[in-house]
T-cell receptor
Framework: KAGVTQTPRYLIKTRGQQVTLSCSPISGHRSVSWYQQTPGQGLQFLFEYFSETQRNKGNFPGRFSGRQFSNSRSEMNVSTLELGDSALYLC??????????????FGSGTQLSVL | EDQVTQSPEALRLQEGESSSLNCSYTVSGLRGLFWYRQDPGKGPEFLFTLYSAGEEKEKERLKATLTKKESFLHITAPKPEDSATYLCAVNYGQNFVFGPGTRLSVLP
């Protein structure tokens, strides 16, 4: 069974640009969560999607947005990039989401560098 | 304020030198506590889930325990390949919150 797949693996952007990251969950998993990981802040929750609906959202500005498609694949978008957005962006999936108390399966992440 | 903390921030051990990592939480209504291992440049990999105080789980050289306010990850006779960052996470309500992690280095 294939794991969680994130693309691209690395991205380099400049301030003010926008970026779209992609995540394909494990087959059958309907919940996709996104996290931002930085050395100083650790893993910070961005948002969670289930059946194409955003169910939960972390404390991030509106520049961070996401969506989920009918096949459970998810994308997140960051507009007007800032230097502080440089981070490892991780996607995680499970069957029912955090409310079901199931473990999360993580992808390898997209390393975003903003210059 | 609900939060999850881990200590120590970093730990260096000699191969074979056993130790413990701590995860403390101040959340209401804990539903589960999770331990993950993360290698550099990779996503976290699941290790254990603990659901109630007094529960213990073991896997090879690792043993996780849970009390009402904290969890310990005991590493017995570690090897260099155990070097990684160990993260704990708590699930409460609709939230899945991670601690900052403990960076473990095991020297040969």
């Amino acid at each position: 069974k294939a794991g969680v797949t994130q693309t691209p693996r690395y991205l380099i952007k400049t301030r003010g640009q926008q970026v779209t990251l992609s995540c394909s969950p494990i087959s059958g998993h309907r919940s996709v969560s996104w996290y931002q990981q930085t050395p100083g802040q650790g893993l910070q929750f961005l948002f969670e999607y289930f059946s194409e609906t955003q169910r939960n959202k972390g404390n991030f500005p509106g520049r961070f947005s996401g969506r989920q498609f009918s096949n459970s694949r998810s994308e997140m978008n960051v507009s007007t990039l800032e230097l502080g957005d440089s981070a490892l962006y991780l996607c995680a999936s499970n069957l029912g989401g955090p409310a079901t108390n199931e473990k999360l399966f993580f992808g390898s992440g997209t390393q975003l560098s903003v210059l | 304020e609900d939060q999850v903390t881990q200590s120590p921030e970093a730990l260096r051990l000699q191969e074979g030198e056993s130790s413990s990592l701590n995860c403390s939480y101040t959340v209401s209504g804990l539903r589960g506590l999770f331990w993950y291992r993360q290698d550099p440049g990779k996503g976290p990999e699941f290790l254990f889930t603990l659901y109630s105080a007094g529960e213990e789980k073991e896997k090879e050289r690792l043993k996780a325990t849970l009390t009402k306010k904290e969890s310990f990850l005991h590493i017995t006779a570690p090897k260099p390949e155990d070097s990684a960052t160990y993260l704990c996470a708590v699930n409460y309500g609709q939230n899945f919150v991670f601690g900052p992690g403990t960076r473990l280095s095991v020297l040969p």
